[in-house]
């Protein structure tokens, strides 16, 4: 916990486009389950966005380790401050995340830039951070196709990418992004493709956030 404590404890930056991401995950979240890859140890952060009918919450990464610093900050009900600041952001009930830790929580391991396995469907899957470490596009091709198979019909995917620094780039090998190919990926499979571009300002690593999102054709039954 130690470090998670240290690395996503900290106040909320506002400069920082998280007002963005998490207006864009509120807007745009439907149904009551949700499959969030990628995901780090920071599903309940962006958990402040989503509604409060949640019946199933599934939470993937290539590693448990982070899914197990989720799995203990929402036992513990010890949310981070930025946690409660973004729930106060957002306007929600100060018991919003005390709330959503009563739903079922499953956490699974794998990779998301090769093929899913078995989960069932969910109405929504996030990716928050994830499409922007893609190195090639046959790796957001198979992203794309294993979320295309995980949704319901109607079902949205959203998810936001953070732009490298040519700096950041750098430090990373000289890393290229294929933040430019998101779009058209997931025209290819899904329907009602949204794009948003959020530059940011005095950040060393970052200088902006394309935000997505795309939803399956077919009647909702939510």
């Keep these: 916990m130690r470090y998670f404590a240290q690395y996503y404890n900290d106040k909320l930056r506002p400069e920082a486009g998280v007002e963005e991401c998490l207006q864009w995950v509120r807007a745009r979240f439907i149904g009551s389950s949700w499959l969030d890859v990628g995901a780090g140890p920071t599903t309940f952060f962006w958990a ?31 949310w981070p401050q930025a946690y409660r600041e973004a729930v106060a952001l957002l306007a929600r009930d100060s018991t919003h995340l005390d709330k959503l830790a009563h739903v079922p929580l499953e956490s699974r391991v794998f990779d998301a830039f090769n093929n899913w396995p078995t989960l069932g469907k969910v109405d929504s899957i996030s990716a928050l951070g994830l499409l922007g470490i893609a190195s090639d596009d046959a790796q957001l091709e198979t992203f794309a196709a294993s979320a295309h198979r995980s949704l319901n019909p109607g079902g949205v995917l959203l998810g936001a990418a953070w732009e490298f620094s040519e700096a950041y780039a750098r430090r990373l090998g000289g890393r290229r992004q294929r933040l430019a190919n998101i779009g058209p990926v997931l025209a290819r499979w899904f329907h009602s493709v949204a794009m948003k571009h959020v530059p940011l300002k005095d950040d060393e690593d970052y200088v902006g956030i394309v935000l997505f999102s795309a939803r399956m054709l077919g009647a909702t039954a939510f």
Excluded: G, Q
């Design 48 to 78: 402040t966005a989503v509604p409060m009918n949640l019946r199933s919450v599934i939470i993937a990464d290539i590693s448990d380790e982070p899914l197990k610093i989720t799995r203990d900050v929402v036992l513990a009900r010890a």
